[in-house]
């Protein structure tokens, strides 16, 4: 009885480890926005996980309307629209838009050779970073006829540089890096825990 009993203990620690390694990058990208676990971010959610990055009350309010209203009907399971605005984080591959760096492939798995080829054609500077300007280069080198999809892959990279830039103007690659799987949010959320409590 006891082996049986630590057989499906061992089975189920398995399976809830297997369903986050199944994760997508671009799925654990989003996944930070769900605060309950239950696959689906509702606008809420996405404002508290933009407030909790360090984004202000404004812009947070203002970001969640937009990204919970664009993506919601594209990942909503029947396509319909849902007033209540949830993205679901399996269907998150739906709502990719154009004028981005194709650092996600089309199931939101992460294409190593585009997030290389960033710093390839766009880091003049310094090989492992980007400043302002070069991020604004990428940016209009990216743009296509998505124009909703441009002007939201510019919003997405002006607050990642804006909250992360280091103290010479850099956004470094690592960090680049680690915003595609969403651990930066993490992170973010942990710096910005601390610099409350002091």
Not at 106 to 133: C, D, M, R, Y
Not at 135 to 149: C, F, I, P, R
Not at 175 to 182: A, C, F, L, P, Y
């Amino acid at each position: 009885m006891k082996s049986l009993l630590s057989a499906a203990f061992l089975l189920l620690i398995f399976a809830t480890g297997s369903k986050a390694q199944e994760q997508t990058p671009l799925q654990k990208h989003v996944a930070f926005f769900d605060a309950n676990n239950d696959g689906i971010v509702y606008p809420t959610e996405t404002y508290k996980g933009l407030r909790a990055i360090g984004l202000n009350a404004a812009l947070s309010l203002a970001a969640s309307a937009l990204i919970n209203g664009f993506m919601s009907p594209k990942t909503t399971p029947d396509g319909k629209f849902n007033p209540l605005l949830p993205i679901y984080v399996s269907n998150i591959n739906k709502a990719m838009h154009g004028g981005d760096t194709g650092v996600y492939d089309s199931n939101g798995g992460f294409v190593e050779a585009n997030f290389e080829a960033i710093f390839e054609k766009h880091a003049k500077t310094n090989p492992n970073a980007l400043t302002k300007q070069e991020l604004d280069e990428m940016l209009q080198a990216n743009k296509d006829s998505d124009v909703a999809g441009g002007n939201a892959s510019s919003a997405e990279w002006n607050v990642l540089y804006n909250l992360c830039k280091d103290k010479d103007g850099f956004l470094q690659k690592e960090t680049i890096r680690k915003v595609i799987d969403g651990s930066l949010f993490y992170e973010l959320q942990k710096a910005n825990q601390s610099s409350l409590k002091q």
